[in-house]
Structure formats: structure tokens, C-alpha cells
């Protein structure tokens, strides 16, 4: 009779439980299992991301410029955040915004846009194993892409798994060591190399990689 009633007791815990749950806080748990799938074991810092929320953006709509909104068309925005974009060729840094919307990804300069990547055609996306905050976007090769899209973003976690959910593409997500190859376009392909150091760097060595510290 204790053994049926301990039973009884913990499915009635977990009903209520599961009756208690808002949508926000499903969807946030759902999130929390794509990053866990994702990161767990693979990624440095992924432990102590645990406990940190998943936000539902970190820019508003009205933080994006009047033009920018015109030119997406309507499109509903599901998620803003600053990122640097490093350059295919030079590797400068610049500062953008990365917009996804419920088809696309989009990275934004001020009033423009400056590369559009539509879910169907993603081809993957890249991290390392270290506690950088590079994630790589790989595009197909066509006309319509220059190249592939290098950012850092400071909540990576949240951003990789808000990427990967809106494309259901979490399978394409690659957690990778050492190195990884990138397309620059016209058929070139750079490398990046990551690396461990006293200070967090990205730069462009000597042999033209990108090194990330």
C-alpha cells in the first residue's frame, strides 16, 4: 500500500506540475533541452549557462532602424542581438545586428541589410569547443551568398539555440576542435584556428587564418 501510494503521490506532483507550466516557461524549457543536446559535454561554459535564462530577445523592435523594418516586409521578428561580424577577406571586426525572423536570419547594419540567409538553405552552424563566442553560419554556394557569416555573440548558448530552433535545423550544429574551414566565396575557403591563451583575442595571423584566443 506505501509503494502504490508513493506512486500515486509522485504522478499527482508531476500533473500538477505540468498543469502549472505557463507557455513561456515551456518554450524556455524546450530551449534549454535543444542546448543541452547541443552543448552538453561538448562546449566550454556550458555548465554554468544552466542556470542563466533564455531571454526572448535582447533588442526590441523599435531598437531597429524605421528602413530595416521596411525591408524585412513584414516579416515577425523572433529574436535581436548585437554581434560582431568579421570580414571573409581582412577579418576586420564590425558591429551588426543579428534579426531571426520566422524564415530567415538576417545580419544588419544600421539601415541596411546586409546578408540575408533563409533557413531552408543552411547548410550548418559552427562553434568551438572553447569558451569563445565564435559561431560560424555556412551558406550554400551560390550567387546569392557571399560567403559564409562570422560572428561573435556574447550569449552564444541562447543564440546558437535560437538559431537552430527556428531553422529546425539543431542536427547541422557542429561543436567543433582545433580548426574549422569556412567558404569566402567564388569558391575560396579560409581557415580558423582556435586556440588557448592568457587574453580572450581574434585576429589575423602571420599566415593569413584567423586565430581565435
Do not use: W
Request: charged share 25%.
Amino acid at each position: 500500500t506505501s509503494e502504490m501510494l508513493q506512486k500515486i503521490c509522485v504522478r499527482n506532483l508531476v500533473r500538477k506540475y505540468c498543469r502549472g507550466v505557463t507557455a513561456e516557461r515551456k518554450a524556455q524549457l524546450q530551449q534549454k533541452v535543444v542546448a543541452s543536446a547541443v552543448f552538453r559535454g561538448k562546449k566550454e561554459g556550458y555548465l554554468q549557462s544552466i542556470t542563466q535564462p533564455f531571454v526572448d530577445t535582447r533588442l526590441k523592435e523599435n531598437d531597429i532602424n524605421p528602413k530595416v523594418l521596411q525591408l524585412l516586409h513584414g516579416e515577425m521578428i523572433k529574436y535581436v542581438t548585437p554581434v560582431i561580424k568579421y570580414d571573409r577577406n581582412g577579418f576586420k571586426p564590425r558591429d551588426r545586428l543579428l534579426v531571426l525572423t520566422q524564415s530567415s536570419a538576417y545580419v544588419v547594419e544600421m539601415a541596411k541589410i546586409k546578408q540575408k540567409v533563409d533557413y531552408a538553405t543552411l547548410k550548418g552552424i559552427s562553434t568551438s569547443n572553447l569558451s569563445d563566442g565564435i559561431v560560424v553560419i555556412h551558406v550554400p554556394e551560390d550567387n546569392k551568398q557571399k560567403g559564409d557569416v562570422i560572428l561573435q555573440c556574447e550569449h552564444l548558448f541562447e543564440t546558437v539555440t535560437k538559431l537552430c530552433v527556428l531553422a529546425n535545423k539543431q542536427n547541422l550544429v557542429k561543436v567543433v576542435q582545433g580548426s574549422l574551414q569556412f567558404r569566402i566565396g567564388s569558391g575560396k575557403e579560409g581557415t580558423m584556428v582556435f586556440t588557448v591563451g592568457q587574453e580572450p583575442q581574434v585576429f589575423k595571423a602571420k599566415n593569413g587564418q584567423l586565430t581565435v584566443v
